[in-house]
């Protein structure tokens, strides 16, 4: 599993855990990113500049750092 996967996961888990709308934050974040987070799998490769985007997206939609 790489890090691109894990931090997917990881902002899925602040969205159920939050009980904000699964719908509204996955797009606002998509549309930050450039990609459908739902969409990584565990076999996608790290894409530096993927992680780099998703991780600007988390913050700046959820206040969520992922390091």
């Known amino acids: 599993m790489g890090k691109l996967y894990e931090y997917s996961q990881r902002i899925e888990e602040h969205i159920q855990r939050n009980n904000l709308d699964v719908f509204k934050t996955r797009g606002a974040i998509a ?3 450039g990609f459908i987070i739902s969409l990584i799998q565990p076999s996608d490769p ?3 500049i993927k992680i780099a985007a998703l991780k600007s ?3 700046s939609v959820l ?5």
């Open 63 to 67: 206040g969520l750092r992922l390091d």
């Open 31 to 33: 549309m930050r990113a």
């Open 46 to 48: 790290d894409d530096p």
């Open 57 to 59: 997206a988390a913050e």
